[in-house]
């Protein structure tokens, strides 16, 4: 028996989707206990599972199918003009990858993040543990990329898992007071460029959702690939 066929799966009760008024969701989710290897925990990315916290899921609604795993071919990827221009705005910004963000200063960027863009999502107001819970280290893959400006202060924060195949971009929170660098957008772009530089094949952006706004900004990195009726299908951007 292999790893992913021993998993036990449990499906959540109906709740209020998150993301599409008047619809209910249902998540289909790993134990939790169970010790998933890297190599498991990347053959679920490749079957449109995705990581919050300790938990391995992916949508199960019944009726609804919205939810879509998008992932991005780095060998393939070619940056549109604003987003080469999101690259050069930030090219003050020293990058590090560090081992945790359970700090002041982490947490404090965050709920600036939070308060700022988020204060009508699940996540607000934000609280330290819910936090910790939601970012922290749960697997060994989990690496943290920060971003400092030249006077040194704290301006971004990637939380990406390394799979055997490529990077899982699982949050990514920023300065919500410097628009004009685009920081969501250049996190993306460098974790793609991180993927490429450790000849990786893929960095996996979650679920797209075609009727929530959202969502819209993981269709801007082309040509990305959809899992759809339990196969990988390429999209190049739209004219």
Not at 102 to 128: K, Q, V
């Amino acid at each position: 028996m292999t790893e992913l066929e021993s998993l036990k799966l449990f499906l959540s009760t109906e709740h209020a989707c998150s993301y599409l008024e008047n619809k209910n969701a249902s998540t289909l989710f790993i134990d939790p206990k169970a010790d998933i290897s890297q190599t498991g925990y990347s053959q679920l990315s490749d079957y449109g599972f995705r990581r919050s916290g300790k938990h391995i899921y992916k949508p199960e609604c019944q009726g609804c199918n919205a939810c879509i795993a998008v992932r991005v071919p780095v060998a393939d990827f070619q940056p549109s003009k604003s987003q080469k221009r999101c690259l050069k705005k930030n090219a003050d910004l020293t990058l590090t990858q560090i081992e945790t963000i359970d700090t002041d200063e982490h947490f404090a960027l965050y709920a600036n993040y939070i308060n700022t863009r988020h204060s009508d999502g699940d996540m607000y107001p934000p609280n330290r543990k819910e936090y910790a819970q939601f970012l922290s280290r749960q697997f060994q893959s989990t690496t943290y990329l920060e971003w400092r400006d030249t006077e040194n202060a704290l301006i971004a924060v990637a939380v990406t898992d390394r799979l055997q195949q490529g990077l899982s971009a699982i949050y990514t929170f920023f300065d919500p007071h410097q628009p004009k660098r685009s920081l969501g957008v250049f996190g993306i772009l460098m974790q793609i460029h991180l993927a490429l530089q450790n000849d990786l094949e893929f960095v996996y952006l979650g679920y797209w959702i075609q009727n929530c706004a959202k969502m819209n900004y993981k269709t801007q990195y082309a040509p990305y690939q959809f899992y759809i009726n339990n196969q990988w299908h390429t999209y190049e951007r739209s004219a």
